[in-house]
């Protein structure tokens, strides 16, 4: 789960790291108003949850309230790569002197989480690491040992940072572990920690996310969750307990389990088509899953057709034929689906799929051939 | 022959008064399974499906003679009972839960590396000797005995592609699905060398998808390997940034991307298939 800069800010304070002093607003006259308070030149910072946001035109600098006001209005309802911008954090502008890199997050190679120090911050640290990975120094923590000093002045040392910042990164590091462990993050970055001019180190922008498997240990962020979902689809989907990521096209994909529906989507785009979505029902396909997965892909008004491709294991052919059969009818349905399903029992399924508008597949192929073919005519 | 479990493998159920447990346990009995105990705290003494029921894991393989244990109890228990099978000293526990918090797994995985235990998981199907044994919720109706083995990060992918290979009288050794999760107890290069081993696996087939660098790695060993290996990568259509389902299948920083993972195995003289349903024709070639 993601969280907003100005909400990661609010998390890496309660653990003592520094942050500019600022507030969120929605409306350009509440950005305004936070200007006048702070009293200095601010910087106006749209919240959305995608990288690249000052390259997009979403982080601005105002030397006055009036200026703030402006550039907020521009700012307040701007698109950034498919997200429309519907908060701002305005806070105190730095005197940068320097940038720097902090963050931690798993290396799924070594099983371990890493932390990572760069001389080179400010920028998309995803590009460093691809260009020039020598700049990112990366210590792995054993969890049983956590984060340890000496690896703190290992990696600092490493990475170059000036010598009047290693002091005082220290505490940033420290205070980004202890977050990243009990946020339960998959990732916790400090990126640029800025040396400013008068010395001070200041963390001036922050991103957590967080782990979805472990948001039973946070039921505080349970509406931070809700928000977190950038499409609306997927906030729904989110609220009937789907596995859902909306992809764009026309044809709607529905089956049990990731590495299924994965293949499937595959089919589909070979045999011409484009997936509207992935979603994973989970085991067995009982009616009411059915019907609530199959509600959710047509809100969805591109699709043009809907493919089930359900492996039966141990749940039987014609079990999930009549799961399928009595969710869909509940549904006011105007758009072909192609159902494929296999398993004990498939075929007496298949029959009793033929006595209904659905249409039945024997391969994963053949239905993402038939599918794509029917939701071209319709 | 099989790798990891055999006909004479004594299994103990972790959570086996749970819906799920107790649905499995019947399943895996009726495959020939020898379940031998279960364990759920404050539930000793009791029996589920003639099966005797104990508090802890070391009581269980103390009175049985355990050595697998399966894992059916829910994320939040999950580490815990990973760790109590493990200090109980069993040869292999699998771990089924799906949702455990990353940062949990990482715990439990170095910690269990250090011991005498094999885990294998979480968020996996289990795996399967056919004809002698299964552990966990592979059906058993998918597999016959044979030459081929099998190794998956998907559960239900790996169902279609078996069943494909079963129909087609291509058996296998022994089905293993190592779980969908970033920080899994086996990965492809824990499991592959169990295959290189055994005498009886001829072919191996290796079913992978977008995320993580597991795919990459393998393709590290399989270049020292001497038996071919057929891989099928899922996901090659799924947009960077995006968690597919499982935890572990999402393209992240220009990492895991199908198309790398693809590339690896080709250079190692991998044949990795646009389609799954090609992966039988791959795997008789290679049987001669």
Redesign the interface.
């Known amino acids: 789960m993601k969280i907003h800069e100005y909400q990661a800010k609010q998390v890496l304070a309660r653990y003592g790291v520094p942050v500019p002093a600022g507030e969120v607003a929605t409306t350009p006259a509440e950005v305004r108003a936070i200007a006048e308070k702070l009293g200095k030149r601010v910087v106006v910072k749209s919240q959305v949850h995608v990288g690249g946001r000052g390259k997009a035109g979403g982080i601005k600098l105002a030397d006055t309230p009036d200026e703030a006001e402006a550039v907020a209005s521009r700012i307040l309802g701007m698109d950034i790569k498919g997200l429309t911008v519907e908060k701002v954090l305005v806070e105190e502008a730095l005197n940068i002197a320097r940038e720097y890199y902090l963050g931690i997050t798993?290396d799924?190679?070594a099983?371990?989480?890493v932390l990572m120090v760069s001389a080179a911050g400010g920028v998309d640290i995803?590009e460093v690491?691809?260009e020039t990975p020598e700049k990112i120094a990366r210590v792995l923590i054993?969890?049983?040992l956590g984060l340890r000093d000496y690896q703190i002045r290992d990696a600092c040392y490493a990475a170059g940072l000036d010598r009047e910042a290693i002091a005082g990164a220290g505490k940033f590091l420290k205070a980004l572990y202890q977050t990243y462990?009990d946020m339960?993050c998959?990732l916790a970055e400090i990126n640029p920690l800025v040396l400013t001019a008068e010395g001070t180190l200041i963390a001036a922008d922050g991103k957590i996310n967080i782990?979805?498997?472990?948001m039973?240990?946070h039921a505080d962020l349970a509406d931070l969750a809700e928000e977190g979902q950038d499409n609306p689809l997927e906030a729904e989907a989110h609220r009937r307990g789907l596995?859902y990521?909306y992809?764009g096209g026309d044809i709607g994909i529905i089956?049990?389990?990731?590495?299924?529906?994965?293949?499937t989507?595959?089919?589909v785009?070979?045999a011409g088509g484009t997936?509207a979505n992935?979603l994973?029902i989970g085991g067995g396909a009982k009616a009411e899953v059915v019907a609530s997965a199959l509600e959710l892909v047509l809100m969805d008004p591109n699709v043009k057709g809907v493919l089930f491709n359900i492996?039966?294991?141990?749940t039987r052919g014609d079990e999930v034929a009549r799961g399928i059969i009595a969710g869909s009818a509940r549904l006011n349905i105007q758009v072909p689906i192609v159902v494929r399903l296999?398993?004990?029992n498939e075929a007496e399924g298949r029959a009793l799929l033929a006595q209904t508008t659905l249409v039945p597949a024997e391969?994963?192929?053949e239905a993402a051939a038939k599918i794509v073919e029917l939701a071209r005519a319709a | 022959m099989s790798v990891l479990i055999n006909k004479d493998s004594r299994v103990l159920v972790q959570g086996i008064t749970g819906r799920e447990g107790e649905f499995h346990t019947r399943q895996m009995r009726a495959y020939g399974t020898q379940v031998v105990a279960g364990v759920t705290p404050g539930k000793g003494g009791q029996a589920v499906d003639t099966v005797p029921v104990f508090d802890t894991v070391a009581q269980a393989v103390k009175a049985t003679g355990a050595n697998v244990s399966v894992i059916f109890v829910p994320p939040r228990f999950a580490p815990d009972a990973c760790l109590e099978a493990a200090d109980a000293g069993v040869d292999l526990a699998v771990c089924i839960t799906e949702g455990i918090p990353i940062n949990d797994m990482v715990a439990v995985v170095a910690h269990i590396r250090t011991t005498q235990t094999r885990l294998l998981g979480g968020n996996c199907p289990g795996l399967i000797t056919p004809g002698e044994c299964k552990v966990g919720i592979m059906p058993g109706n998918i597999v016959i005995p044979g030459p081929v083995g099998l190794v998956a990060r998907s559960g239900t992918l790996t169902y279609e592609i078996v069943s494909r290979l079963t129909r087609e009288g291509l058996g296998q050794t022994t089905c293993v699905g190592i779980g969908g999760d970033p920080v899994p107890g086996q990965r492809f290069i824990d499991v592959l060398p169990l295959f290189e081993a055994d005498p009886h696996t001829k072919v191996v087939v290796m079913i992978g998808e977008i995320g993580g660098t597991d795919e990459e790695d393998a393709a590290e060993y399989i270049r020292t390997m001497t038996k071919p290996v057929v891989a099928f990568i899922s996901g090659r259509t799924a947009p960077p940034g995006k968690r597919m389902g499982h935890a572990g299948a999402i393209v992240s920083g220009g990492k895991g991307t199908a198309q790398a993972k693809v590339e690896a195995l080709t250079a190692v003289g991998v044949p990795v298939p646009i389609s799954s349903r090609e992966v039988p024709a791959l795997v008789r070639e290679r049987l001669g």
Request: hydrophobic share 35%; glycine share 16%.
């Open positions: 798993l799924r190679g099983q371990r989480n995803e690491a691809a054993d969890p049983a462990i339960d998959s782990d979805d498997n472990a039973y240990r596995q990521v992809l089956g049990n389990g990731a590495g299924l529906v994965m293949g989507l595959d089919e785009k070979d997936p992935f994973d492996f039966g294991g141990i296999t398993g004990t391969t994963m192929q």
